[in-house]
């Protein structure tokens, strides 16, 4: 009997970083965040050109794992996770080692957005995070092929979720979220009114 072939998947780690120490950290890293926030001059200076309402330490301190203990630990923690995913994904990597090369935070305040954007010149990106008030919005993705649809008609309302053209994976505090850079992803306007903080980071072999 003949059947649909699966190709060219597009997968996304979604997973808690670890089952203890987790709540302790966050709280660390939320302290370091906020306080970054008021001593990050060109961080705010450039948050306000790019990044309006918000802030983002990605133009100014952006690699946050080289200069802090508590980042440094969440780089760890997580290399279990991008090992996982690197097998999944069926990376070639003998004689190459994936290295996290930046890794910075964003504190999304209410109405806040991230537009649609990829991760270039790296080979597996991320978030963690770690506080997401309720109703915080989640990271949304775009099906890589939407650009080629041409005279494709509209998916039913209860299509597979890897057959709609967009998947949004929710925000939850204690989670990491990892995909390959290419992947076209964004952050919709943050409808809590409390401020939605995680850490972004990107791994490269090269």
Known sequence: MSRSRRLFPTLIHVAP???AGVAA???RLLQEALQLREDDVAGRRWSRRNYPGGYTSYGSQCRLQQI???F???ERWLRPHLRRFATELA???RGRELVMTDC???IMPMAVVHSLHLHPLSTISGTYYVRTPAGSSGLKFEDPRLDRYMAAPPRRADAAPELRPWHTVPARAGEVVLFESWL???VPPNPSQAPRVSVSFNYSWF
């Open 91 to 93: 990376l070639d990597l």
């Open 17 to 19: 970083l670890r089952r």
């Open 68 to 70: 802090s203990p508590t």
């Open 72 to 74: 440094a630990t969440l």
């Open 184 to 186: 076209r992803h964004e």
């Open 104 to 106: 910075w935070v964003n």
């Open 25 to 27: 950290l966050n709280r």
